[in-house]
């Protein structure tokens, strides 16, 4: 599966890790848009839709958990990665209830990014494709 027009949503209030993260993802192939904040997050959830969103935890207002509950009731097809600096098991595991996809540790490999990414698409666009051939059925 390819990256390629793959919508993205990019959330960190540290203007250089968003920024490297928009270009890496663009490169990719990806549409990416880059926010600085969880009020701005949720806004953009609520006008377009998203394939992937990648949040910051720590976020000074509204942070990466709220955006991500906010996320699933707005748009529950969109899988939102978690990415913090400040990892704990008690934060991974809140996360993943609320219904993250993943959890990231920063500093992470792009790589490691751009192949979570795929599957991520990978699985939606499987998950597209049983739900089209159901209704052919």
Same mark, same amino acid.
């Given at each position: ?27 990719e192939g990806c549409a990416v848009e880059a926010v600085p904040d969880g009020a701005s997050a949720i806004r953009r959830v609520g006008e377009e839709a998203w394939a992937v969103l990648l949040v910051d935890l720590k976020m000074p207002g509204i942070d990466g958990l709220q955006v %991500?509950?906010?996320?699933?009731? #707005?748009?529950?097809? =969109? ?5 913090? *600096? ?28 751009? %192949?979570?990414?795929?599957?991520? #698409?990978?699985?939606? =666009? ?5 739900? *089209? ?5």
């Amino acid at each position: 599966m390819t990256t390629e027009k793959a919508r993205v949503l990019v959330v960190d209030d540290e203007e250089m890790a968003r920024e490297s993260l928009r270009d890496w993802l663009a490169e990719e192939g990806c549409a990416v848009e880059a926010v600085p904040d969880g009020a701005s997050a949720i806004r953009r959830v609520g006008e377009e839709a998203w394939a992937v969103l990648l949040v910051d935890l720590k976020m000074p207002g509204i942070d990466g958990l709220q955006v %991500l509950a906010e996320a699933r009731r #707005l748009q529950p097809e =969109a899988s939102v990665v978690i990415m913090t *600096a400040y990892a704990s098991v008690d934060t991974a595991v809140q996360a993943m209830k609320l219904g993250a996809y993943d959890y990231l540790v920063k500093p992470f490999e792009p790589e490691e990014l751009s %192949l979570m990414v795929r599957k991520i #698409l990978d699985q939606q =666009a499987l998950r597209r494709e049983n739900i *089209a051939l159901r209704k052919a059925l």
